[in-house]
């Protein structure tokens, strides 16, 4: 009895884990340099996404901003790393009404975010 109540709270523990860690590691500037289409093409739109600090647990959203390559178009939204760590949560704030995209994370590291969206996958680099 008592192993199971060990292991359950290390299946926690190692849940909430991997969210704070992607919490630390988002925050800061990062720019998507390719997009890999669902339809086989390669995109190189070189964008900037900035991550404020978010919160763990995976219940509130923080803030994020996309500058386009010529910093012409700037998008401002919230953004939120679900409980287990595996998703990522984009919204553009200043749509009418509110546009949401739920993002799986491929892999992430300190330099590298790899992201699948609805329209493709997203390769982005920590500047």
């Known amino acids: 009895m008592r192993l199971i109540a060990v292991l359950v709270l290390v299946t926690a523990f190692a849940g909430c884990?991997?969210?704070?860690?992607?919490?630390?590691r988002i925050e800061g500037t990062w720019e998507l340099t390719e997009m890999l289409l669902n339809d086989g093409q390669r995109t190189y739109p070189n964008e900037l996404y900035v991550f404020e600090q978010?919160?763990?647990?995976?219940?509130?959203?923080?803030?994020?901003?996309?500058?386009?390559?010529?910093?012409?178009?700037?998008?401002?939204?919230?953004?939120?790393v679900n409980k287990k760590g595996d998703r990522l949560v984009l919204r553009r704030d200043n749509t009418v009404p509110l546009v949401a995209d739920t993002c799986t994370i491929d892999d992430m590291d300190s330099k590298m975010l790899i992201v699948r969206s609805v329209d493709g996958v997203m390769y982005l680099y920590k500047k």
């Open 17 to 24: 884990t991997k969210n704070a860690k992607i919490i630390r």
């Open 54 to 80: 978010g919160e763990k647990g995976g219940d509130s959203y923080a803030t994020w901003i996309r500058y386009s390559a010529n910093y012409a178009d700037t998008t401002y939204g919230s953004y939120l």
